[in-house]
């Protein structure tokens, strides 16, 4: 549906991105909002010093100082073996009063305290320190810091820090570590895990070569110009640095763009100050600069008089801070610098295309107990833009409204922190009054988790026989977790009993609520490789259902023999009948509600390791929607397992591709640009996981760039979403008239999309797909020379095929 949501002014905006700013890799000292920064140093009461390495990480690394602002969520989601302090504002700026403390290396004075997922104060903060490091940090937070005392962040506007290579320009006989033991073949990049390597001209390389699963700066005269991503090329004048896991973390906390990188043998240094700061902001003004003129020249509709005042605004700024570092004031200039790429930021997601009709998702773990909560976050994500919320409704064994279906099988009824209220019901008025979709998010066949329910879980607490059982643990007398994903519990898709009990619970909300779609996600069996240890489902039921159908006990069976490719058709078909079974009941008892699932995006892969035929699953039409998982660093890999997804969807069905952004931490440029490729790529729309890690700074960009203008679901109707899309295109024609478009060409694509106008308003899909690829046609036919005029092509083509991919599936009754 349409809507009109609150407008967020220039000063809110980039004030909001100035404090999201705290959730970056930016080098400054203290933003607008006075939060800390990394190499900041925090004083305790006793006078004790420690320094801060990192703001919001995205993973905690060995030895890690790390300050967590609200910006990046409700919890630290730290582990158990650190230490953390809950801090909230003191007296003045800067200072802190110690909430509680509580490390791993001693009793808590408290035994609510925890040293590590403590919830972040609205108003505060959480410093948190964690093991491993050289020397040992956590005993700064046990011996010198205590609940009642004041800490104070002292700005440090120059910190450096240093590191030491794993390997430089890798190869299987230097980095041994790179080389993949099972094939004997390099890792991509030949980077190894939790490695940190360099590679040089010297390699004969033209890129790191590396995956999605790291980070990576680019080096040109020891100052890092670029930064993010993967498989980076090679400069001729530089090098790139490649760090996966905790290593890329480090990488994002110590070497930004514009810091100063010293490599000496395997010796690394990373220098951050004002200059640092300045750099980032130059460089980020002449990417607004670029972004406004490309989109200029694209015939781009969006609010350039926005944009061209933020860039305005960013060049004063920017002057300003090389004014004060001139006159020697570092914190002055630094401060100033940060503002100024702020500004240049903002006028850069003003120039991100908003389109008319398609998908905004967003998951949601609530966390919410009141109605007021919710109403609170849901105002968030309204602002945000999204127009689709996969609310996480039955989870961990439990749902998040009373459920009478679990109370009559002796199961917790609610999840605890959530009784006395129905949440659900909440959410989907309150949702519903903002214009925004409320889908109940099922994690189907997964049912408990031991950090979220220190064991199996409710479900499998009073019903064991219900569960998967690893190959590994055939004959263990109590359900066991997953060894591929570590802690998890699953029910066994095959075991009649638990497919009827989630299928129930699927009914009662389809049939109690007025959901806008149902969403399905660990709809499969957990990761079955290696099959020698971690195969699924080898439970009493599974076997002795399996022989009797095959005539072979499952647990005697290798990839050797004949009758392995019937055991895995077998689990396969476990799944997919499911997803029949609750297709055939949503038609029954709510016809009008659409069928999601979240799937993994190579269907090859999904089906290998997990038994997900999510593309039998579109070919039979169990589902409407999919939400394939792409979680790539990148535009590009996005892009690629998007055009992948869309090719076996085919015209079919509609994909919303998920993308990583939040949940990684990646920079609110990085998330727009994954919005973007996918959507060029030839998805229907963006789901982005998960609102609980969408900083401030995240939300800032979306609700000025990519999801600024409201945008009709498809889902929901798609004769209005390819009306209100044909409409917006019509006013892009007219404005790029022999701009982009020659003037003849304009007015035969305007006919034909008010012919296609017609045929919708006569009930006639079929003459409106004829119509709309005539349209796509004369803008083929009357396209301008000139890398901007081929831009507006692609982009009208893009639309136009994805409004005839719409009318194809309600001619095909979808």
């Known amino acids: 549906m349409i809507r009109t949501r609150r407008r967020t002014s220039a000063a809110t905006a980039l004030a909001l991105l100035l404090a999201g700013l705290a959730g970056t890799t930016s080098a ?19 006078g004790a010093e420690l320094t801060v390495t990192a703001v919001n990480p995205p993973s905690r690394t060995a030895g890690t100082v790390a300050v967590y602002t609200p910006a990046f969520g409700e919890s630290t989601r730290t582990n158990a073996f650190g230490g953390e302090a809950v801090l909230t504002p003191g007296p003045e700026q800067g200072t802190y009063e110690v909430v509680s403390v509580c490390t791993a290396l001693a009793t808590c004075a408290d035994p609510a305290w925890t040293p590590g997922d403590n919830a972040i104060p609205t108003d505060g903060l959480v410093l ?18 205590a609940a009642g005392d004041t800490i104070t962040f002292r700005e440090v506007v120059e910190r450096s820090a240093s590191t030491t290579l794993d390997a430089v320009d890798p190869t299987p006989e230097n980095n041994p570590p790179g080389v993949d033991p099972g094939s004997g073949q390099c890792y991509p990049g030949c980077r190894g895990a939790e490695q940190l390597v360099q590679y040089t001209p010297a390699s004969g390389r033209d890129s790191s070569g590396t995956n999605d699963f790291g980070y990576e700066v680019t080096v040109v005269g020891g100052t890092v110009v670029g930064a993010g991503g993967n498989d980076r090329e090679i400069p001729a004048d530089g090098y790139v640095l490649s760090g996966h896991g905790s290593r890329g973390t480090w990488l994002q906390t110590n070497a930004p763009v514009g810091a100063t990188v010293e490599v000496d043998g395997t010796e690394l240094v990373a220098t951050v100050d004002e200059r640092t700061a300045i750099y980032a902001a130059e460089q980020g003004v002449i990417a607004a600069q670029e972004s406004v003129t490309a989109a200029d020249a694209a015939c781009l509709a969006f609010p350039r008089d926005g944009a061209v005042e933020a860039l305005a605004d960013a060049e004063a700024l920017l002057d300003r801070a090389r004014t004060a570092a001139g006159s020697g004031d570092a914190a002055a200039a630094s401060e100033l610098a940060q503002e100024a790429s702020a500004s240049a930021s903002l006028a850069g997601y003003r120039t991100a295309e908003s389109r008319p009709a398609e998908g905004r998702g967003v998951w949601v773990r609530p966390e919410e107990t009141s109605p007021e909560a919710i109403r609170a976050t849901l105002d968030r994500i309204e602002e945000s833009g999204f127009n689709v919320v996969f609310l ?31 949440p659900l019901a909440v959410w989907i008025s309150e949702a519903h009054d903002r214009g925004i979709e409320l889908h109940p998010w099922i994690h189907t066949f997964f049912v408990g988790s031991e950090g979220a329910t220190g064991g199996p879980g409710p479900i499998l607490d009073v019903y064991p026989e219900w569960a998967a059982v690893e190959r590994e643990d055939v004959g263990a007398d109590r359900p066991m977790p997953s060894s591929q994903e570590p802690g998890y519990y699953f029910v066994d898709a095959s075991h009649p009993e638990p497919r009827a009990y989630v299928a129930s619970v699927l009914e009662e909300i389809l049939t109690g609520y007025p959901v806008d779609g149902l969403h399905l996600d660990y709809i499969r069996y957990p990761v079955s490789e290696p099959w020698e240890t971690a195969g699924y489902s080898y439970s009493d039921y599974s076997r002795a259902a399996f022989a009797e159908e095959a005539g072979v006990d499952p647990y005697t069976l290798t990839p050797a023999d004949p009758a392995w490719e019937t055991w895995t058709a077998w689990r396969e078909a476990n799944v997919t009948s499911f997803v029949s079974e609750v297709r055939s009941m949503q038609q029954e008892v709510a016809p009008e509600v659409p069928v999601s699932a979240a799937v993994f995006p190579d269907p090859s892969d999904g089906l290998a390791k997990k038994f997900q035929n999510w593309g039998d699953w579109v070919d039979q039409g169990y589902v409407d929607v999919l939400t394939g998982m792409s979680f790539g660093t990148s535009a590009t890999s996005v892009a690629a397992d998007t055009v992948a997804m869309r090719e076996r969807v085919g015209e079919e069905n509609l994909l919303y591709t998920a993308t990583y952004g939040p949940f990684r931490g990646s920079t609110p440029q990085t998330m727009l640009d994954q919005v973007a490729a996918v959507g060029d790529a030839g998805s229907d729309g963006a789901a982005l996981f998960a609102y609980n890690q969408v900083t401030d700074a995240q939300a800032g960009a979306l609700a000025e760039g990519a999801f600024r203008d409201p945008a009709v679901v498809p889902h929901a109707d798609r004769i209005r979403a390819v009306r209100v899309g044909v409409d917006a295109l019509r006013d892009a024609l007219g404005s790029a ?42 803008v083929e036919r009357g396209a301008l020379d000139g890398e901007g005029p081929a831009l507006f092509g692609s982009r009208a083509q893009r639309d136009l095929a994805m409004y005839d991919r719409w009318l194809t599936q309600v001619v095909a009754g979808r």
Do not use: K, N, W
């Open 392 to 422: 996480e409704t039955f989870f961990q064994g439990t749902t998040i409204y009373p459920s009478q279906v679990a109370a009559d099988a002796g199961i917790t009824a609610q999840r605890p922190e959530m009784a006395g209220f129905d």
């Open 737 to 778: 008239r022999g701009e982009c478009v020659g003037a003849g060409a304009v007015a035969a694509a305007t006919a034909q999309l008010a012919a296609a106008e017609r045929a919708l308003d006569g009930d006639r899909p079929t003459a409106a797909i004829d119509a709309l690829g005539r349209a796509s046609d004369a």
């Open 28 to 46: 400054t000292a203290v933003d607008a909002a006075g939060l800390p920064e990394a190499g900041d140093v925090v004083v305790a009461g006793d």
């Open 128 to 145: 948190s320190v964690s093991p491993g490091g050289s020397p040992d940090v956590r005993p700064f937070l046990r011996d010198h810091v």
